[in-house]
């Protein structure tokens, strides 16, 4: 199977700051990575996701980047703001099923 | 914007009862899932469902879950015999054949 492990469990920055989340997966099958933004209490949303066929992509603030070789994608957050404070799941779907792999989640916390 | 909706948002059962969550996949999705989360903990998956019939499920998914498609707009989630450590956020999700995948808003399980 899939396991998808993800770093840092809490991340602590200042507001302006970046910030970088980091997960690593095993299943060369794996070819779409989804992010999502958990806020306390609600439900996971999605962010951004990439496709193993792109090295990176970016949408304002936040962009992915994929890297297949060493099997590993990471989130990157610039100019934080308080509101980026939330859990933040890494995900990993094969190309030939419809499992998707979560990571452990990494608490941001955006200190103004 | 169409939403994927669950009810009932919480529920509080018994140990030994049977339990039937419900959710409203969005309207044109093919794909569904439920996923289950412990407080504090990761997005766990539990079981994918398409075409009528479950594709994958996790060793979570024993025997004491079930789940139905038992119109054409409602995915059920049944425990039949609940026990304490089912007591968790339970959330819906949908998608079409793109991999986007869209959560509910999720039920919270406590099981007493």
């Known amino acids: 199977g899939e396991n998808v492990e993800q770093h840092p469990s809490t991340l602590s920055v200042q507001e302006g700051d970046s910030a970088v989340i980091k997960c690593t997966y095993s299943?060369?099958?794996?070819?779409?990575f989804p992010w999502y933004k958990q806020e306390l209490g609600k439900r996971p949303q999605l962010i951004i996701d990439i496709r193993s066929n792109v090295g990176e992509k970016k949408d304002q603030r936040i962009a992915v980047t994929l890297n297949k070789t060493a099997k590993h994608f990471s989130l990157h957050i610039t100019e934080t703001q308080p509101e980026d404070s939330a859990v933040y799941f890494c995900?990993?779907?094969?190309?030939?099923?419809?499992?998707?792999?979560f990571g452990s989640g990494t608490k941001l916390n955006v200190k103004p | 914007e169409p939403e994927v909706t669950q009810t009932p948002s919480h529920q509080v059962t018994q140990m030994g009862q049977e339990v039937i969550l419900r959710c409203v996949p969005i309207s044109n999705h093919l794909y569904f899932y439920w996923y289950r989360q412990i407080l504090g903990q990761k997005v766990e998956f539990l079981v994918s469902f398409y075409n009528n019939e479950i594709s994958e499920k996790s060793e979570i998914f024993d025997d004491q879950f079930s789940v139905e498609r038992p119109d054409g707009s409602n995915f059920t989630l049944k425990i039949r015999s609940t026990k304490l450590e089912d007591s968790a956020m339970y959330f819906c999700a949908s998608r079409n054949r793109r991999e986007t995948q869209y959560f509910g808003p999720g039920t919270r399980l406590l099981v007493l």
């Open positions: 299943d060369s099958a794996s070819n779409y």
């Open positions: 995900a990993a779907k094969k190309w030939d099923g419809n499992k998707f792999y």
